[in-house]
Structures are given as structure tokens and as C-alpha cells.
């Protein structure tokens, strides 16, 4: 989750910080040599869980359930959006564009194995995600607030470049927040384990700066911390669902 929270405000970054600007995300040394002369770093510090009530860890974990996830692309004009054959489970939840959950009833109504949107979805390679809920099975399904740690940090050789460029970070920061979704951060659909971030909130906690000697070079630093608050959805499923027979045809002797 820290490294797909990252790549999201990194996607924010790049394209409104000038292009001579490295962004780098995840835990950092800082600069790396004495000819760098900007520098944007953006990293997750850490995700805590809330423990749940009298130190009892399962209190609260609801029953497994086999789940499939559906993708969609758009062409901007299209409603409907059909299961493939052999889809297991009821549509429990649609989103789009993907983390933008949308209401059944004010957004879309389903007809049989079909997603039937009131309004088009916006053009993209993947702009509708429907997640399924099967039959039981064994595993947990846990769900507990919790909050991220965010840091966004400006490195210059010049006095006041390190603070300007924070400035439009900040900035940045700060609009990307306004579209903050929920985030996937499962492996992959077939794994067995799904983990989401789920309607996340983020507010500015700090500002600070500094200088540090790297590679016998005074850079100066300024940075800007942020708390993200949500919720973190667990499902760990174990093993496979059972199989179903269907009847094609049936005749009389």
C-alpha cells in the first residue's frame, strides 16, 4: 500500500514540476551525487492499524467469501457492460473510474449479467471495475481505520530553490489530495488476498527545512508532511471455490 500511495502523488508531481527535476519515490539517501541541483522525493513513512477492542485480533473479522474483479475498457459512448461467460457471484460494488465507487440505482442498475450505466463512463483503457461476492469459504474479511504517514521532500544547492520548489509540490500535493480514491493494492486477482485502502482523506500536518552536507555539498531541504486517514480492507481467502454443475439440456427416455 505504501508503494501504490507513492506512485499516485508521483503521477501528481511529474507533470507540474519543470523537467529537469528528478522525482523519486520510496525511502531515499537524498541527492546522489554533488551535480544534482534539484531534487523531489515523495515517501510513505508507514501505515498503522487500529488494534481492536480488549486486544482480541479477530474481533470484528467477518466471513470470507470467494470474490472475482471485472475491468472494463470505454469508448465514451458505451452503457452497458457485459460479465463474461462463467462469472461467479453478485455484483457488489462498481467503480468508475476505478476507486470512485458509484451508487446502484443513481448511476447504474443491473440486468442480469449486465452493468447498464445511466450515463456513459469516460473514455479509458480501464473505467469500470465491478467486484463480485461468491460463495463462503474459508479465510476473513477485516476491516479497521487506519492511517498513512506521508512525506514530500525538496532538495537545492541554491538558498531559496529548495523552498520554491516545495511551493509547487505543495501545491500539487495538495489538488491531487481533492482525487484521492480508493487504492488497490492486491497482487493480483487470482491470489487470494485483497487489500484496499478505502476512502482515504488526507490533511497537511507540517512544514519544515533545513541543510545537510552530502557528498561535501550543502543542499538545502525543505519538506512538508502529510496524515492520511481511511479505512484498510483485508479479504484472505483459502482455497478454491467448489464447482458447479449447470444443466444444459434435459430428455425423456
Known amino acids: 500500500m505504501l508503494v501504490t500511495l507513492e506512485s499516485y502523488f508521483h503521477d501528481a508531481l511529474k507533470p507540474v514540476l519543470p523537467d529537469d527535476v528528478d522525482v523519486v519515490t520510496g525511502p531515499s539517501l537524498g541527492p546522489a551525487n554533488a551535480e544534482v541541483a534539484l531534487l523531489v522525493e515523495v515517501f510513505a513513512l508507514n501505515l498503522k492499524l487500529a488494534l481492536p477492542p480488549d486486544d482480541d485480533l479477530t474481533a470484528g473479522r467477518?466471513?470470507?467469501?470467494?470474490?472475482d474483479v471485472h475491468r472494463w475498457s470505454a469508448n465514451?459512448?458505451?452503457?452497458?457492460?457485459?460479465?463474461?461467460?462463467?462469472?461467479?457471484?453478485?455484483?457488489?460494488?462498481?467503480?468508475?473510474?476505478?476507486g470512485h465507487p458509484l451508487s446502484r440505482g443513481d448511476d447504474y442498475t443491473l440486468e442480469g449479467h449486465t452493468v447498464r450505466f445511466y450515463r456513459p463512463p469516460a473514455q479509458a483503457n480501464v473505467a469500470v471495475?465491478?467486484?463480485?461476492?461468491?460463495?463462503?469459504?474459508?479465510?476473513?474479511?477485516?476491516r479497521r481505520p487506519c492511517e498513512l504517514t506521508l512525506v514530500t521532500r525538496a532538495w537545492g544547492r541554491e538558498h531559496g530553490a529548495a523552498d520554491k520548489l516545495l511551493s509547487s509540490a505543495l501545491a500539487a500535493m495538495q489538488l491531487a489530495s481533492t482525487g484521492l480514491a480508493n487504492l488497490d493494492d492486491s497482487a493480483s486477482d487470482e491470489s487470494g488476498v485483497?487489500?484496499?485502502?478505502?476512502?482515504?482523506a488526507m490533511t497537511l500536518l507540517g512544514l519544515s527545512r533545513g541543510v545537510e552536507v552530502l557528498h561535501d555539498t550543502p543542499f538545502f531541504r525543505a519538506q512538508a508532511e502529510f496524515?492520511?486517514?481511511?479505512?484498510?480492507?483485508?479479504l484472505v481467502v483459502v482455497g478454491e471455490p467448489e464447482p458447479t454443475g449447470i444443466i444444459r439440456e434435459v430428455r425423456r427416455a
Open 194 to 200: 485483497r487489500i484496499r485502502l478505502l476512502r482515504p
Open 76 to 98: 465514451g459512448s458505451q452503457v452497458d457492460f457485459v460479465l463474461p461467460e462463467g462469472a461467479r457471484g453478485q455484483v457488489v460494488e462498481v467503480e468508475s473510474p476505478p
Open 62 to 67: 467477518e466471513a470470507a467469501f470467494h470474490s
Open 129 to 142: 471495475v465491478a467486484f463480485l461476492r461468491g460463495e463462503r469459504a474459508q479465510g476473513f474479511l477485516d
Open 227 to 234: 496524515l492520511i486517514r481511511g479505512e484498510l480492507e483485508q
